[in-house]
């Protein structure tokens, strides 16, 4: 079964991996370091003692050249000097480079190989009392070539053999404390891969609940994830995301099913809170004029295109409006549009020119022809009809104080009598627009020259 990649896995393996490499990089900088230092040490036991060594051999020579057998004498002297840890390999080899006295037996009477030979060789013949020796430096030791000497001339050439770093040497000096760091290491890793489980699964698991309850239905589901950070803001957008999913909702089930746009609830909505905001606002109650002719007639599907075309419209006018206006659809032929007072009269006109001028396709062509059709009345009178139009009756609160939803839609009932009366007059479709202060007694009057309220050739 493959392993499930989970976020708290990919976490704690990333600070694993983390962990691994900063104990690693320790570890490697400790041993280098411990190198050097034991490096530097041996290099310096190497100069003291093969000082140290040299003058025992001059000595040892001094006191036999006469009376005994250098050679032998040195043989006798190198378990002493590697007793008191004076060198570690040794031998001793004459002027023609033939050994004399090693540290290892089966080395006395060869010869030294060719460098080493020649490294004497050079270690002889640059000897003076400052430079008493000649090293070479190869990988983990330390030859010295030290000329022994009587009376400053060479007689005989010392090779010394030291380590230098010892990696096993190293790992054992550091290894206490690498394993005492790499404990503390693991520690913090453990409390860091806590904490971090803790601050970023914990809200994220909270998120994901909080999804699944709102994927089962409940949109009124919020997150309490209060960090000042990325994931407080993830949780406040969630958060704002599900108040837009119950708005969302709420509009769904309260839009009209033949135009999909807001219905009564939402109109509500959008009137009263323009006037607790207390923001200068036009109500355009629209009314489609000889529709139940229209409707009898050419049936229930030709009305239905009727009011989509009127949607249509009325969402193009839009476009001509402010930014935050509002269009919704009480239902049959009753459309609202809520709009700024200065835009009142370029939405309007559009909803009037295009309605009268795109209405026609749905008459058959000897109606368009004749300008009316023959229908029935609501006595059930037969009779003429003119072509629809469409009759704007504007309510706002630029002159007058409106207090409520009701007032306006009652004050719109009001208008759009007069509105569809102005229709009826001019053959076109028209706005009028209630101009009263809401204290004489009169009803309100026309706006001035909408083309639409004063002139039959206007809309």
């Known amino acids: 079964m493959p392993i499930r990649l989970t976020l708290r896995f990919r976490i704690i393996s990333l600070v694993a991996l983390f962990a691994i490499l900063i104990i690693a990089a320790f570890t490697a900088l400790l041993i280098n370091r411990q190198l050097q230092v034991i490096t530097e040490n041996n290099q310096y036991r190497a100069r003291v003692g093969t000082f140290a060594a040299k003058g025992a051999f001059e000595r040892t020579l001094l006191s036999t050249i006469r009376s005994g057998d250098p050679p032998d004498a040195f043989q006798k002297l190198i378990p002493i000097l590697r007793e008191g840890q004076l060198a570690e390999e040794v031998a001793v080899a004459n002027l023609e480079g033939k050994i004399v006295a090693a540290a290892t037996a089966s080395l006395k009477g060869t010869f030294l ?19 008493w020796f000649y090293a070479r430096v190869d990988p983990g ?17 010392a090779v010394f053999r030291y380590s230098l770093g010892n990696m096993d040497q190293a790992i054992r000096q550091v290894s206490k404390l ?5 404990g503390l290491v693991i520690v913090a890793v ?41 994931l407080g803001e993830l949780a406040e957008t969630f958060n704002e995301m599900t108040q837009a999913l119950v708005a969302m909702k709420a509009r769904a089930e309260n839009a009209n099913p033949l135009t999909k746009l807001p219905g009564n609830n939402m109109i509500h909505e959008a009137i009263e809170k323009r006037i607790k905001e207390k923001k200068k606002f036009v109500a355009v109650y629209s009314d489609l004029d000889n529709f139940k002719a229209f409707n009898d007639k050419y049936g229930i599907g030709a009305g239905d295109q009727a009011i989509k075309l009127t949607a249509a419209i009325m969402k193009e006018a ?8 509002f269009l919704g659809h009480e239902g049959g032929d009753d459309f609202i549009i809520l709009t700024a007072p200065e835009k009142t009269q370029a939405v309007t006109d559009h909803v009037c020119t295009e309605f009268d001028k795109r209405v026609r ?31 704007l009756a504007g309510v706002g609160n630029v002159v007058r104080e409106l207090t409520s939803y009701a007032e306006v839609t009652n004050i719109c009932a009001e208008v759009k009598k007069k509105a569809k009366m102005l229709s009826k007059e001019t053959g076109k479709s028209s706005l009028y627009l209630d101009k009263r202060t809401g204290k004489e007694p009169e009803a309100g009057h026309a706006a001035p020259p909408p083309p639409a309220a004063a002139a039959p050739e206007a809309h």
């Open 178 to 182: 690498c394993i005492l760091v790499a």
């Open 190 to 230: 453990g409390f860091l891969c806590f904490l971090l489980t803790q601050s970023l699964l914990g809200p994220i698991q909270e998120l994901n609940e909080a999804t699944q309850d709102i994927a089962s239905g409940n949109l009124s589901q919020q997150v309490d994830v209060t960090t000042d950070d990325e």
């Open 141 to 157: 030791q330390i030859r010295f070539y030290a000329p022994v000497t009587i009376d400053d001339v060479p007689q005989y050439v």
């Open 113 to 131: 190989p060719r460098e080493e030979a020649k490294n004497a060789d050079y270690a002889r013949k640059t000897y003076s009392p400052k430079t």
């Open 361 to 391: 396709q749905f008459y058959s062509a000897e109606d368009q022809a004749q300008g009316f059709i023959m229908s029935k009345d609501r006595e059930g009178n037969v009779k003429q009809f003119p072509i629809m139009t469409i009759s």
């Open 318 to 325: 839009m476009r001509k409006g402010a930014a935050g206006d």
